[in-house]
């Protein structure tokens, strides 16, 4: 089974901190994104990897950076969190461009706190 | 542009009747449609798809759901629900540049 591990299930912040929210995959995939949750709104797509140092701007980006050095990691940098940055952060994985429609997989999420 | 709607919030059914969660979407060219499911404090999990073919399409934990192109619909369904069954359910759609497009969740409460 495909295993996505996001290093912190709740983290608290300041306003004003830099935050870095990791996620790691086992399964070699080449695509990685990161979505927030928020309630009423479903998720909402942030940033995505296609590949190793790629990156690209999904439909919430602001405020939000990216890094993708290893194929297995895709970290998520909040620059400085803001109030209405709390949210839930989840990491999802999937097999690259020839496998269009397989699946995404999913992290247990990041409750992320910015008080 | 591609978008999904869930037009209930919440989904109440007694343990053992039949359950449906709605979902309509809308698209450019073929829709590619997904069901997934969340419990408390876990990510999504993969129930099922469409990409071409039966418009019933048969899934995880004994789930279908069925694809209806004139109604843009792709409504979830399980003939017995468990209790167990009770969690977040998103609806998406693939877009233009080959991601996901998620629907707002249906909650579903399946009473003992």
């Known amino acids: 089974d495909v295993k996505v591990t996001q290093s912190s299930r709740y983290l608290v912040k300041r306003t004003g901190e830099k935050v870095f929210l990791e996620c790691v995959q086992d399964m070699d995939h080449e695509n990685m994104f990161w979505y927030r949750q928020d309630p009423g709104l479903g998720l909402r797509l942030i940033y995505f990897?296609?590949?190793?140092?790629?990156?690209e701007k999904g439909d919430i980006p602001e405020g939000y950076s990216v890094s993708r050095e290893k194929k297995e990691r895709f970290s998520l940098i909040l620059e400085s969190a803001s109030t209405n940055q709390t949210s839930m952060y989840l990491c999802?994985?999937?097999?690259?461009?020839?496998?269009?429609?397989?699946?995404?997989?999913f992290g247990d999420g990041t409750r992320l706190s910015i008080l | 542009a591609q978008s999904v709607a869930q037009p209930e919030d919440q989904v109440n059914v007694a343990e053992g009747n039949p359950l449906t969660v709605k979902c309509t979407y809308s698209v450019s060219g073929n829709p590619y449609l997904f069901w997934y499911v969340q419990y408390p404090n876990r990510g999504l999990q993969f129930l099922l798809k469409?990409?071409?073919?039966?418009?019933l399409v048969k899934g995880s934990y004994g789930f279908e759901a069925e694809f209806n192109k004139s109604q843009t619909s792709f409504h979830l369904k399980k003939p017995s629900a468990l209790v167990s069954d009770s969690a977040l359910y998103f609806c998406?759609?693939?877009?233009?540049?080959?991601?996901?497009?998620f629907g707002p969740g249906t909650r579903l409460s399946v009473l003992p």
């Open positions: 990897s296609y590949d190793v140092k790629m990156k």
């Open positions: 998406a759609v693939r877009d233009r540049r080959q991601n996901f497009v």
């Open positions: 469409y990409i071409t073919g039966d418009n």
């Open positions: 999802a994985s999937r097999s690259g461009q020839t496998k269009i429609h397989q699946p995404q997989h």
